[in-house]
């Protein structure tokens, strides 16, 4: 017999530039919304699929390209625009400053709600973000903190009243403890995105997906400290396993285009069904597909 799990309180809920992420009462009633991210600093980082279908639009050279990319980006069916400031560790007081230019200038032509990311290097995110967050002009997502940069990271993300996505290595207790540390600081558990980390399709996929359920279950039986939405970065981890980035394997495997969307579009759809609120994808075919499956079930 399927054990019922009684349900002590909802995932908050947080209302972001007019969306509702999380708020939801069970496992069924999640709605998820979608990111699409870029590689705003160097496109030429992104998967071959995600090249293919921007390239197809005209783009330019720098720093029209950026400004093309994003005005591309808006008329896709994502929520929100994600920018991955991918900056290289070389030089980094250079390109902090050409990251920090390169914002300025996009803003104004960003319509949608906005999520802004670092590299996941300590040595670079804990100078590279607080520098980002001193010229927006609006409540952004801010990604991410984790246990080695959330001391150098939160004060800024308080100052400038943003949301903060909050990575830990596949740990339960390490989420709790990191969401109470970062309260603890003056960071308002409204203001907090629960980021699991995760692997692609086949690559960690099963266990990542099994603490995403346990922190929801958790939330709903009334822990506090874990009743956060959840934010998977489904796109990136799908579209760097060698099965969606390399044309060496068999013909068995299938098309490799199509293998690499599909590669997007499953992992999307198992942290969906494990209860991510946010996911962020690369491709915005990808987000039509899950929409259409959605809208399919509806």
Known sequence: MTEVIKVNQPIREINFEGLKIGGENDFLGSKPVFALELN??????????VKDYFNSQGNQSLPAEAINLVSVAQETPCDILALKFNI??????????????????LLPHIK??????GVNNKSVDIKLLPELMEVLDREVIIAFATENTYKEIVPAVIKGGHILAIRTPIDINLAKEMNILTSDMGLSLDKI???????????????GY????RIKLAAFEGDKMLNMPLIAFAGEEALKVKE???????KSFGDFKERSMMF????????MAAGANLIVLEHPQSIEAI????????
């Open 40 to 49: 705003i600093f160097d496109f030429s980082a992104s998967s071959h699929i």
């Open 88 to 105: 290289p560790e070389d030089d980094l007081e250079k390109n902090i400053a050409k990251a920090k230019k390169l914002l300025k200038t």
């Open 112 to 117: 949608k709600p906005l999520l802004i990311r």
């Open 193 to 207: 995105l629960i980021d699991t980390d995760m692997g692609g399709l086949g690559y960690g996929l099963e266990y």
């Open 210 to 213: 099994s603490i995403m359920e």
């Open 244 to 250: 969606a980035k390399s044309d060496t394997f068999s």
């Open 264 to 271: 997007e579009i499953t992992t999307a759809s198992a942290v």
């Open 291 to 298: 929409r259409s499956e959605l809208n399919g079930k509806r």
